[in-house]
């Protein structure tokens, strides 16, 4: 990947022009789809920290498991506490009184937001130069100012082709990191750009071996996301795009990863409990997120806020468009019988 990210600029946009045209897509998700897959390799081939590193979230399901039909700007992924030093007595699952269960999460997010903001981002910061010598455009790597959390970081690749980017798709990656994501059941997963699917050999690295994490365990935080949201307050303000989290559930519910979850309900138990852990909220209890009494539908209020976003949400998806009323009708349909004794079709 990085022999074509330092051909000319005009070079590269004559391939991304092409497998826009063979994809049906822009040619500003086509280039910054290869660069988040380019970042996912640098990332993960850094010295004494890609291998603490796990790829997570819906760019996994489209990237990694080709679940999904959905562009995302965003690369999440997950740092294996163990490596922070958060293990056996400093381990926040194993703490003997939840008063210090809070109190070593809080120690974990700030060596995490630390790590983030030096050693993790100068890494990063030494290996893009590396790679990028002699290319005839701009960049720069830096913290995300806007994450009050301090730990994600902004990758604004080179291009010379601002003025096709809109204020829903920007020539950034935006990379977002924690410490209190689960580490486990995953995967190796091949990640390849657009641009070498659809112009075979473009590429001398044709793909990228990244760990992620397993699509089974997504399914269940995924909708363990939506059984938050079923909770949701009316008097409270919903983030903007988690109409996302509807669709990629949707799309799971249509795969063969819905059996291979399903039959897990340990798996359930454990992300369930996790989220209890790590993601408390005072409005939602995830003791009820299980078999019985998981919820997933949200009320008429977050319903017709989930639509409006969906609607403008739209620019991040391709292939066949999927109609709002037949995502919420599917996930009904499963919260139906999932909760009941009816088999799972």
């Not at 002699?134 to 959390?149: G, N, Q, V």
């Not at 473009?202 to 994490?213: A, G, P, V, W, Y």
């Not at 369930?272 to 939602?284: D, E, L, N």
Request: glycine share 4%.
């Amino acid at each position: 990947m990085d022999q074509f990210a330092r051909r000319s600029e005009a070079d590269k946009q004559a391939y991304f022009e092409l497998a826009a045209d063979r994809k049906g897509l822009s040619k500003q998700i086509i280039e910054k789809d290869f660069w988040v897959c380019w970042t996912l390799k640098q990332l993960f081939n850094l010295a004494d920290i890609g291998q603490h590193l796990i790829f997570k979230g819906g760019t996994s399901l489209s990237k990694a498991y080709n679940v999904i039909e959905r562009f995302s700007e965003d690369i999440d992924i997950s740092i294996d506490k163990v490596y922070l030093g958060y293990s056996h007595d400093r381990d926040p699952e194993t703490a003997p009184s939840s008063k210090k269960q809070q109190a070593l999460i809080k120690e974990l997010s700030s060596a995490c937001r630390k790590f983030v903001g030096s050693k993790l981002i100068n890494h990063l910061n030494q290996s893009i130069t590396r790679s990028l010598k002699s290319i005839d455009a701009p960049w720069r790597l830096e913290l995300d100012s806007a994450d009050k959390d301090g730990q994600s970081i902004l990758f604004y690749y080179p291009t010379q082709q601002q003025n096709i980017y809109s204020s829903y798709v920007q020539p950034t990656v935006k990379i977002e990191l924690g410490a209190r994501g689960a580490g486990n059941p995953t995967n190796i997963c091949s990640i390849t750009p657009f641009v070498e699917e659809l112009i075979p050999g473009t590429l001398t690295e044709r793909d990228t071996q990244i760990k992620t994490l397993a699509a089974e365990r997504t399914f269940w935080e995924k909708a363990t996301i939506l059984h938050m949201y079923a909770h949701w307050p009316d008097d409270k303000t919903l983030p903007v795009r988690q109409s996302r989290h509807y669709f990629d559930f949707y799309k799971l519910l249509q795969s063969s990863v819905k059996g291979i979850a399903t039959s897990n309900p340990e798996l359930l138990a454990h992300v369930s409990r996790h989220k209890k852990i790590y993601f408390r909220a005072g409005w939602v209890n995830y003791d009820t997120a299980t078999k019985g009494t998981l919820l997933l539908s949200p009320n008429k209020q977050t319903l017709k806020l989930l639509e409006d976003d969906y609607d403008k949400m739209q620019p991040m998806f391709y292939g066949d468009v999927v109609k709002w009323n037949n995502i919420i009708q599917k996930i009904t349909r499963f919260e139906d019988e999932y909760n009941s004794d009816r088999e799972i079709v």
